[in-house]
């Protein structure tokens, strides 16, 4: 029996590799395209980084003063700046065009004796776009974090002076910014001195691939199975393989263990793929916060993953029983992939509204809806694990075993008749249908 059982599963690995369609877009494409897709945004975005750093911007000013000398000094400092030396705007306009500088900072007339004033000084900045890349807007932003980090310093610095000239109490940071806050996070019953944000988006970063991987599984199993049972039926092939000595269950094993293999491969060579993009796409991105899981208690326990394999296992179980028992009315591999394609709405519209939202916090009536999809019950579940709610896998396993074990018994009923050879359905069934009815 298991000698049996071992043939067809390798049978169906080696059939299922042996279709260009499924080698190359369902394992090769992902671990080949997304590495490059994320080396190339690396590339363009280090390209940016060093336009950047290395880039100049220009000065002008028709005014003069102590404040606007002690802001030229500033800018001066530390910074590859471009002096323009002109009669007026316009020929100082005209002069920076000329140079290699994206940026010039105009200080106008009357903003030394506004500043003294104790009224506001306004400074312009022109950007000169030329190719209207990245690198121009991003030149301009660092000119303005510069007069922001001046402006800041040279604020408290007043205050500081008016403080003193009037012999008041308080500190010049507590007048220019009287209210300030600091947050903290009660996960688990522990305070945490973090911002919940902080952990929020720690929680997104290492639990969001669970539920993708969890969904890429099931669709690729789906498709696996189904194109497998359409091949043969295509290819003449599923009468012979019948008239084998081989228990009709043998079969519908070999087929889900073999469909199980290969959608596992898919699924892993689209991590591989899919982490080797996020970590190149967006190394340029600086870490926020230095925290780890361990700093806030939470993360993936071994029973936890244990949980989560179960959850995983009987969620593709139930997907390849769905999905032979459709493509046994199909009559060819185009249209089990039509019919498949129906079958992946309910898994993705989970998937995707559960990694932004809990299923609390949807209206009712949704929250049957989707309480209805048994895959809603396996993204519950991966996230449960991720915070330790156990209690909530283990319900999540009930109730998709439960589902698993009615569509084994669907499958089974077809796999144990001639349903599954004689058995047809198109689309084009239906027009006919509606052709009748006139």
């Known amino acids: ?54 880039a100049s911007f220009a000065i002008w000013t028709d005014d003069d003063g102590s404040v ?10 530390d910074n590859l700046v471009v002096p323009i030396e002109a009669t007026n705007l316009e020929d100082a306009l005209s002069q920076f065009t ?84 600091d947050y903290a996070s009660i996960l688990k019953g522990n305070v945490l001195e973090i911002p919940p944000m902080a952990i929020f988006s720690l929680v997104m970063s290492q639990s969001i691939m ?9 669709m690729f199993a789906i498709q696996m199975a189904a194109t497998s049972i359409a ?89 390849l029983a769905m999905a032979l028992s459709v493509a046994v009315f199909a009559d060819n591999v185009r249209s089990a992939q039509s019919f498949t394609s129906v079958l992946i709405t309910p898994i993705m519209v989970p998937a995707l509204v559960l990694m932004f939202s809990d299923i609390e916090m949807l209206p009712l009536s949704f929250q049957y809806i989707l309480l209805a999809i048994p895959y809603t019950h396996t993204m519950i579940a991966a996230k449960a694990a991720f915070l330790g709610e156990y209690f909530v896998v283990m319900r999540s396993i009930l109730f998709i075993s439960i589902w698993t074990v009615a569509l084994l018994y669907i499958a089974a009923r077809i796999f144990s008749t001639e349903r599954i050879i004689t058995a047809r359905f198109t689309f084009g069934d239906i027009g006919m249908i509606f052709k009748r009815k006139k």
Request: glycine fraction near 6%.
């Open 1 to 54: 029996m298991l000698n049996k059982l071992w043939s067809l599963v390798v049978k169906e690995v080696k059939e299922l590799i042996r279709d260009p369609k499924i080698l190359i877009g369902v394992i090769l494409m992902p671990i080949i395209i997304f590495p490059i897709m994320g080396s190339a945004i690396q590339v363009s975005q280090e390209s940016v980084q060093r336009a950047v750093r290395g």
């Open 98 to 181: 000329e140079t290699d500088s994206s940026s010039l900072i105009y200080i106008p007339n009357g903003y030394n004796e506004n500043v003294t004033l104790g009224q506001q000084g306004r400074l312009k900045i022109y950007a000169n776009l030329r190719k209207l890349n990245m690198a121009e807007t991003q030149s301009t932003d660092i000119v303005t974090s510069l007069i922001n980090v001046y402006n800041y310093y040279f604020s408290i610095q007043k205050i500081e002076n008016l403080i003193e000239s009037a012999d008041a109490a308080g500190t010049p940071l507590g007048y220019r910014n009287p209210i300030t806050i």
């Open 210 to 218: 669970l539920p993708i991987m969890v969904m890429m599984m099931v």
């Open 231 to 319: 091949l043969e039926k295509e290819q003449k092939t599923l009468e012979i393989l019948m008239t084998l000595p081989v228990s009709r269950m043998t079969i519908l094993g070999g087929k889900l263990s073999g469909s199980i293999v290969i959608a596992l491969a898919g699924s892993v060579s689209y991590l591989i793929g899919f982490s080797s993009y996020m970590n190149s796409a967006f190394s340029f991105v600086p870490d926020a916060q230095s925290m780890s899981l361990t700093d806030v208690n939470m993360g993936m326990t071994p029973f936890g993953f244990l949980l989560i394999g179960i959850v995983i296992f009987v969620t593709l179980i139930a997907a």
């Open 68 to 77: 606007t000398d002690a802001l030229m000094t500033y800018l001066y400092n």
